[in-house]
C-alpha cells in the first residue's frame, strides 16, 4: 500500500493507473476510521481495479467556534484499517498541500446547501464542495463513495458532479449503525460514557418521527414538538436543528408525507452529532 | 471537422483521443472569431496534436444590464474560420446543455477577481471561472489558450487552475491589435464608423501612461487625471475604471513603478471596451 502525501505523486499514480485502463474507486474520509467508512472502502474494493482512500480533516468545512481542534485523529491506526482491506493507495495530505498560502478559489453549491446543517454550519458546504473537486481532480476516480449519514452532504456533491460535468460516479451508502442504533460517526469518539447514553435520542426521535407520519400524522410542528420533548428529556443534549425536507430538492416540508427526509443534528455537551432517515 | 453541441459527445471524442494518447489543445470562445482568437487558435494548433474550440455566449458572465442580447454572434463564419485553420472539433452546445434548469453550483475566485473588471461588473468572474471549468471537464485540455487583453481573466483562471489542481496547462498570449491599435475584441463590430475613431482613445491614454511613467512619473492620481482629460475629450467616451494594480496580485497600486497593470474599461456610447499595458 502507498501512502503519498504530495499532490504531484498522487496524480502520477492515477494517470499511471488510468492510462492502463483501471477503473479507479475512491473514497474521500477525514480519517478515524469507523465500520461506516470500512463499508464504503469494501464496497469500493469491488466496484473498482485500483482503490484510493484520503485521509484529511478539512479546515475549510469547519466554523471558526467548531471542533475542528477535537476532530480525533490516528492516522497509524487509519493505514493498518486501510491495510487489512487491500487498499491501494492513501492520500495523506498535509494542509498546506491542500491549501497553500493564498488560496482563494471554492466552489459553492446554492441550492441544496442552503437549508439543514448548510443552515446550522454557514461556509460548511463551500468548504465540503471544495476539498472534494480538489481530490476528484487530484485522484481522478471512476467512482467515489460517500455514506448517506451525511445526507445532505451526499446531495450536495452529487450535484456539484452533474453542474460542473465531472467524470465521476458517485455512490451512497446507508449509514452504518451500532448495535443501538447509533450512527457511526469519528465523534462519537469524543462522548463519555454518560454522554453516550444520551446520545441515541436523536435516532429514538427520528424513528418515532416515522412511526407518526406511517400512523397519519402529516403536522411537521407537531412532529417536531414531539422529537423536541424525546430530546429534551436529556441533560446534555441541545438541538442544533430538526426537519423535515424534500428529499430532492432539500426544501423544507410542512406537511409530511412517506418518504419525506427528517433530519437532525443534536449537541451532546460539545459533540454535534447527526442523523436522518426518510419517513 | 466535427462540430458538436452535445456535452456526451464532446467528452467520449475527448475520451478516445486520451486514450489513444494524443495531447489536446483547447481554445474557449464566445465565437464571433477575430485575429486575436485565430492567434489563440494557430498557438494550440502548433502546441496539440487535437485542436478544439469552443463557441458560447456565456450567458452568467454577463450583468443584468449588459449587453448579452447585443453580444455579435456568427456561427457559420466561425465554423468557416475553424475548417481554415484544421479544428479537429467545435464544441458548440446550447446554453440549456451547460445551464440545465435548476443548475445551482458555481465557482468563485475571491482576491483576482475583487477589483478592475470584477468591481465594474459583479459576479461576472464567477460565470467566466465556472463556464471555463465545466468546459475544462467536459474536453479535458491538456492545453488551453487565452488571449491577454482579458488580463484579469487569464489571471483569474491560472489561479483556478492552481487553486483546484486541473490538470490542464494554462497559456496565455498577447493582444493582437489592429493597425492603428486598437485591441481586437467581437465587441469592435458594434461601434459605428464614428465610434470607431473614438475607441482608440483607451489605448492611447494608456499608452501615455507608460511614457509619463518611463519619464519618471509615479503619482497614479496624476497619471490617471491625465489619462481623464484625454479620453474625455471623445463626446462618446465615458470611462468605466482606469485602475493601476500589481501585474500578479492584482491590488491597486497608488505609487507606480515600470511593470505595473495598467487597465480601463471605456463605454464608447453602448459598447463596453477594455485594454491593459505593462508600465
Redesign the interface.
Known amino acids: 500500500m502507498k501512502v503519498v502525501t504530495a499532490?504531484g505523486e498522487m496524480?502520477s499514480c492515477s494517470r499511471g493507473w488510468k492510462?492502463a485502463?483501471r477503473k479507479i474507486a475512491f473514497v474521500p474520509t477525514m480519517g478515524f476510521l469507523h465500520q461506516g467508512h470500512l463499508s464504503l472502502i469494501r464496497a469500493a474494493r469491488k466496484a473498482g481495479d485500483v482503490l484510493v482512500v484520503s485521509i484529511f480533516v478539512n479546515p475549510s468545512q469547519f466554523g471558526p467556534s467548531e471542533d475542528l481542534e477535537a476532530y480525533p485523529r490516528d492516522l497509524d491506526r487509519d493505514l493498518e484499517f486501510c491495510r487489512e482491506e487491500r487498499v491501494d493507495a492513501v492520500f495523506a495530505p498535509p494542509e498546506e498541500e491542500i491549501y497553500p498560502e493564498?488560496?482563494?478559489?471554492?466552489?459553492?453549491?446554492?441550492?441544496?446547501s442552503r437549508g439543514l446543517c448548510g443552515a446550522a454550519r454557514p461556509g460548511h458546504f463551500r468548504g465540503v464542495?471544495?476539498v472534494v473537486?480538489?481530490l476528484f481532480?487530484?485522484v481522478?476516480p471512476d467512482l467515489a463513495f460517500f455514506g448517506r449519514k451525511d445526507y445532505q452532504q451526499f446531495k450536495v456533491i452529487e450535484?456539484?458532479v452533474r453542474?460542473?460535468?465531472?467524470?465521476v460516479e458517485v455512490v451512497g451508502l446507508p449509514t452504518v449503525r451500532e448495535a443501538d442504533g447509533l450512527a457511526m460517526s469519528s465523534r462519537n469518539k469524543n462522548l463519555s460514557v454518560g454522554e453516550r447514553r444520551q446520545a441515541l435520542c436523536l435516532r429514538r426521535a427520528l424513528l418515532r418521527a416515522r412511526e407518526m407520519v406511517s400512523e397519519g400524522e402529516t403536522r411537521a410542528a407537531a412532529v417536531r414538538q414531539e422529537m423536541e420533548g424525546m430530546i429534551g428529556r436529556e441533560p446534555d443534549a441541545r438541538i442544533d436543528y430538526l426537519e423535515f425536507a424534500d428529499p430532492e430538492t432539500l426544501k423544507p416540508r410542512e406537511n409530511l408525507r412517506p418518504g419525506d427526509l427528517a433530519a437532525g443534528a443534536v449537541f451532546i455537551d460539545t459533540v454535534r452529532l447527526i442523523d436522518n432517515l426518510l419517513l
Not at 102 to 112: A, D, I, N, P
Open positions: 499532490i496524480r492510462s485502463g493564498g488560496f482563494s478559489t471554492w466552489v459553492e453549491e446554492t441550492e441544496l464542495a471544495t473537486l480538489k481532480n487530484i481522478s450535484k456539484m453542474d460542473l460535468d465531472l467524470p
